[in-house]
């Protein structure tokens, strides 16, 4: 599977952003599909998931009620919907493919494929 990050960009505190993770493959509908985030000099973090029928999703507690994930396995696309942003959401957003547990979708480690990343830069 190969993985294709856009949608990132410069917006004010308050406004909203749409990222689009586009996959490659046949085997995407057997993967859960999660978007994680790195600021400079931090460690990649989690940012939501979703499962592979799409009925499952999971959330960070820094974003949970201001972003949602949905995927179309048709479309082979992951949305990550963000609203409210704030200025701590800045960084760089990777999608990721993998296999685990919803209890785990946390875990960088869990997953084998990465998106190049997108940048989204929230000013305040």
């Known amino acids: 599977v190969q993985l294709q990050a856009s949608g990132g960009g410069s917006v004010q505190a308050g406004g909203s952003l749409r990222l689009s993770c586009a996959a490659s493959?046949?085997?995407?509908?057997?993967?859960?599909i999660s978007w994680f985030r790195q600021a400079p000099g931090k460690e990649r973090l989690f940012v939501a998931g979703v499962s592979r029928p799409g009925a499952s999703t999971r959330y960070s507690d820094s974003v949970r009620g201001r972003f949602f994930i949905s995927r179309d396995n048709l479309k082979n696309t992951v949305l990550l919907q963000m609203n409210g942003l704030e200025a701590e959401d800045t960084a760089v957003y990777y999608c990721?493919?993998?296999?685990?547990?919803?209890?785990?979708?946390?875990?960088?480690?869990?997953?084998?494929?990465w998106g190049q990343g997108t940048q989204v830069t929230v000013s305040s």
């Open positions: 493959g046949r085997t995407f509908r057997d993967y859960v």
């Open positions: 990721a493919a993998g296999r685990p547990a919803l209890s785990a979708y946390d875990l960088p480690a869990l997953y084998y494929y």
